[in-house]
């Protein structure tokens, strides 16, 4: 089947969904092509957590109903460490806040509103390929899509290609190589993470360091508990039976004033692991790519979901500019604005990773070196607020 459309988007995750709900409320026509089922994409457990800027934007244009209701305000975070915690006040410091709110719940309120609006997403389409996008000097003629949805092959015609399909997907890779430089850098450990049916233990997060390993304390809802222990890049889960998750959080989060951690059924459990991870530039010909597509951090900032909804934030306005008057600046300029944050964000991002996890390569003196480190941080006002301002989302320029 022959299909057209102004911007052709492949992804459905957050950046896709987010990217052509944005398109729509412009009057441009974009289409979306996801190779999973609706259901996989609602329940894939990943990020928690909302910059305000992330929260406003979603609420501005129609999507925020549930979170308005369902979204957890935070205005700090604890830094616990030597059996102490010690508060980061955002509202004090920066006078913003966060939200957390699921990732699953942003898509599956995204998906709703697209199907009201009578969006095109092409759900369960396999085998997708981006073809005739120009190259780094010229746009050349119209791209297409390729793919095979319901058993049959469609071919879209569109103006411009949107990559918003992850770190794996096949965007990124059909850009021919020597066009992209890679900047990548893979941490020697990852995370396991669970949902717990169990009230969260503190009413803010608890980012831990332990001479154990890292830990955090997340949360889903007032009944649902969320918590990361830093584990091997490769550790076999199998090997975590739900008591020696337990003991080894107890272990972690431990303070010397009795406070209390609260257990419940595991719900749910993964490793992950953890890179820091950018392409230059995020664009080719009539390709342009958002979200993990173009760049991956490692989660202890929190950071990866809100980055993608800031790449398609100028995403739309380039394209709005483009279909308003014809001018293609802001498109041309799309990577150089959007690597400026990421860059920042990446820096951000891995200075929270390296104070607060144990490095196998670390000796004693690291060790004091990241104590200093977190004291300074929980007792200069200047340094407090750096971590604020940042953790809270740099404003959009
Ligand atoms: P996604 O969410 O990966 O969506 C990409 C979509 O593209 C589809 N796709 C394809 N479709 C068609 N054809 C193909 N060939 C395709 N290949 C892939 C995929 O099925 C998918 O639906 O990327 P997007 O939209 O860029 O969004 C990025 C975020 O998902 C990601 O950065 C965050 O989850 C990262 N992250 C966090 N971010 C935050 O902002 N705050 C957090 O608290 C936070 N916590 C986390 C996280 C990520 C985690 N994991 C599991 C990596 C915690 C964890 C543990
Ligand atoms: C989460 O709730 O999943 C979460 C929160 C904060 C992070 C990472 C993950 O830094």
């Given at each position: 089947m022959k299909l057209e459309t102004q911007v052709g988007i492949v992804g459905a995750g957050p950046a896709g969904l987010i990217l052509s709900h944005l398109l729509h409320l412009e009057g441009i026509d974009s289409v979306v092509i996801e190779s999973r089922s609706r259901q996989y994409v609602e329940e894939r457990v990943r990020a928690g957590l909302l910059e305000q800027g992330t929260v406003e934007l979603l609420k501005e244009t129609g999507a925020g109903a549930r979170l308005e209701r369902e979204g957890l305000t935070h205005y700090g975070i604890e830094l616990r460490f030597g059996g102490r915690g010690h508060r980061i006040d955002f509202k004090e410091l920066a006078n913003r806040s966060v939200t957390i709110y699921p990732q699953n719940k942003v898509v599956a309120d995204l998906f709703d509103i697209r199907f009201a609006a009578k969006g095109r997403i092409f759900l369960e389409a396999a085998d997708a390929s981006v073809h005739d996008f120009g190259d780094a000097g010229s746009r050349g003629p119209k791209p297409k899509i390729r793919f095979v949805a319901g058993g049959e092959p469609h071919e879209l015609t569109c103006d411009y290609i949107a990559g918003c399909d992850g770190f794996h997907g096949i965007c990124r890779p059909s850009?021919?190589?020597?066009?992209l430089t890679v900047y990548d850098r893979i941490y020697p450990f990852g995370w396991l993470g669970i949902l717990a049916?169990?009230?969260?233990?503190?009413?803010e997060l608890v980012y831990a360091y332990h001479e154990r390993g890292f830990s955090l304390l997340s949360m889903r809802s007032p009944t649902i508990s969320r918590l990361y222990i830093q584990c091997?890049?490769?550790?076999?889960?199998?090997?975590?039976p739900d008591e020696r998750i337990w003991r080894e959080l107890h272990a972690r989060l431990e303070?010397?004033?009795?406070w209390h951690l609260t257990e419940g059924p595991i719900l749910q459990k993964g490793v992950t692991g953890m890179r820091s991870f950018v392409i230059e530039?995020?664009?080719?010909g009539r390709m342009f790519l958002a979200g993990d597509a173009a760049h991956i951090v490692p989660p202890t900032g929190a950071k990866g979901l809100n980055l993608a909804v800031a790449d398609v934030r100028v995403m739309a306005d380039a394209f709005t500019q483009f279909y308003k008057s014809g001018n293609q600046e802001a498109l041309d300029n799309y990577s150089r604005k959007c690597l400026r944050r990421v860059w920042k964000v990446q820096r951000f991002s891995w200075w929270m990773t390296s104070m607060l996890h144990l490095f196998h390569t670390d000796n004693a003196f690291d060790q004091r070196r990241q104590l200093a480190e977190l004291d300074y941080v929980t007792s200069s006002r200047a340094a407090a607020q750096t971590l604020a301002e940042n953790y809270v989302g740099l404003q959009m320029e």
């Amino acid at each position: 089947m022959k299909l057209e459309t102004q911007v052709g988007i492949v992804g459905a995750g957050p950046a896709g969904l987010i990217l052509s709900h944005l398109l729509h409320l412009e009057g441009i026509d974009s289409v979306v092509i996801e190779s999973r089922s609706r259901q996989y994409v609602e329940e894939r457990v990943r990020a928690g957590l909302l910059e305000q800027g992330t929260v406003e934007l979603l609420k501005e244009t129609g999507a925020g109903a549930r979170l308005e209701r369902e979204g957890l305000t935070h205005y700090g975070i604890e830094l616990r460490f030597g059996g102490r915690g010690h508060r980061i006040d955002f509202k004090e410091l920066a006078n913003r806040s966060v939200t957390i709110y699921p990732q699953n719940k942003v898509v599956a309120d995204l998906f709703d509103i697209r199907f009201a609006a009578k969006g095109r997403i092409f759900l369960e389409a396999a085998d997708a390929s981006v073809h005739d996008f120009g190259d780094a000097g010229s746009r050349g003629p119209k791209p297409k899509i390729r793919f095979v949805a319901g058993g049959e092959p469609h071919e879209l015609t569109c103006d411009y290609i949107a990559g918003c399909d992850g770190f794996h997907g096949i965007c990124r890779p059909s850009i021919p190589e020597g066009a992209l430089t890679v900047y990548d850098r893979i941490y020697p450990f990852g995370w396991l993470g669970i949902l717990a049916e169990a009230p969260p233990s503190a009413e803010e997060l608890v980012y831990a360091y332990h001479e154990r390993g890292f830990s955090l304390l997340s949360m889903r809802s007032p009944t649902i508990s969320r918590l990361y222990i830093q584990c091997e890049p490769d550790e076999n889960i199998e090997e975590w039976p739900d008591e020696r998750i337990w003991r080894e959080l107890h272990a972690r989060l431990e303070t010397t004033d009795g406070w209390h951690l609260t257990e419940g059924p595991i719900l749910q459990k993964g490793v992950t692991g953890m890179r820091s991870f950018v392409i230059e530039p995020m664009q080719y010909g009539r390709m342009f790519l958002a979200g993990d597509a173009a760049h991956i951090v490692p989660p202890t900032g929190a950071k990866g979901l809100n980055l993608a909804v800031a790449d398609v934030r100028v995403m739309a306005d380039a394209f709005t500019q483009f279909y308003k008057s014809g001018n293609q600046e802001a498109l041309d300029n799309y990577s150089r604005k959007c690597l400026r944050r990421v860059w920042k964000v990446q820096r951000f991002s891995w200075w929270m990773t390296s104070m607060l996890h144990l490095f196998h390569t670390d000796n004693a003196f690291d060790q004091r070196r990241q104590l200093a480190e977190l004291d300074y941080v929980t007792s200069s006002r200047a340094a407090a607020q750096t971590l604020a301002e940042n953790y809270v989302g740099l404003q959009m320029e």
